[in-house]
């Protein structure tokens, strides 16, 4: 999942900075970032997460953030806990999220007035905040409100979601394919998880959501079948067909072969 064309996002996301001054970022659908323009954190929240009850607060914020949006499959629009207004919205494919795109850390011309918060901020970093607070950019909300219609006809166009689904609406058929063509080789979760470069739980996620099963049941199920095949159609000897399928101990393939099929590889050949 790392074939993310992450040139082209940014320059779709520079192209929207460009028209509205607003600070954007795209994540994966596991909330991790992809890229942003025009930096990962204002001035201004940089310094406020230097305080570890403030990161804490802004941290507890983007989650709740994900999570509602997660509920609901639709934007979720709030401000922060130091009243920044800020947006998330679901990148959707087969009304599934697959990534998404965030707008934040702005101030609104009714937000605009430091006194309105700084109670609410460290008092030792209150000086740093209130000047960093006057460089965030102010903006009406009816353009925060047109801005935010285009970031949900942005999350809607497909060529959005081939930049981040490109890998995530194939990687059932990349699994399946790859399996087929080494059947007779190691398949280990080990060998996938180097192959596809994702991790352990990754991997076991991935075949939960797409196969409703664990990698070792896909894989047995996938040799059983294909020597259900070569049975049908071949007059191989079965314990050439058991080496073909990945599973040269003949005993364990005719074991498991009828605990599946309720009869062994020779009784399925002549039925």
């Not at 965030?102 to 006194?115: A, E, L, R």
């Not at 497909?158 to 190691?186: A, F, G, P």
């Not at 076991?204 to 199920?221: C, G, N, W």
């Not at 259900?228 to 393939?253: E, R, W």
């Amino acid at each position: 999942m790392e074939n993310y064309n992450l040139q082209k996002m940014q320059d779709l996301l520079k192209h929207f900075y460009n028209l509205t001054s607003i600070k954007i970022c795209i994540y994966d659908n596991a909330e991790n970032e992809l890229c942003f323009y025009p930096e990962k954190l204002s001035p201004f929240c940089s310094l406020l997460r230097t305080d570890p009850e403030m990161n804490e607060r802004c941290k507890n914020c983007d989650q709740r953030a994900f999570t509602e949006c997660k509920k609901t499959n639709k934007q979720y629009v709030y401000t922060c806990h130091v009243g920044l207004l800020e947006c998330v919205s679901p990148i959707l494919y087969n009304n599934k999220i697959i990534g998404y795109i965030v707008i934040g850390q702005i101030k609104t011309t009714n937000q605009s007035n430091f006194s309105h918060i700084e109670n609410h901020l460290p008092l030792n970093l209150r000086k740093k905040l209130a000047k960093c607070f006057k460089d965030l950019p102010t903006i009406e909300m009816n353009k925060i409100n047109s801005a935010i219609k285009i970031l949900d006809a942005c999350t809607g166009y497909e060529y959005l979601k081939n930049l981040v689904s490109s890998n995530e609406n194939r990687i059932d058929i990349l699994l399946d394919e790859y399996i087929n063509q080494h059947l007779t080789e190691d398949l280990s979760i080990t060998s996938l998880c180097t192959h596809f470069h994702f991790s352990h739980s990754e991997i076991y996620s991935i075949f939960k959501e797409y196969f409703l099963s664990t990698p070792a049941e896909y894989i047995k199920m996938r040799r059983l079948k294909t020597a259900c095949s070569l049975l049908k159609q071949t007059d191989l000897p079965v314990n050439k067909i058991a080496q073909k399928c990945g599973i040269p101990d003949y005993n364990y393939f005719s074991k498991i072969f009828k605990s599946v099929f309720g009869m062994s590889p020779r009784e399925f050949r002549k039925s």
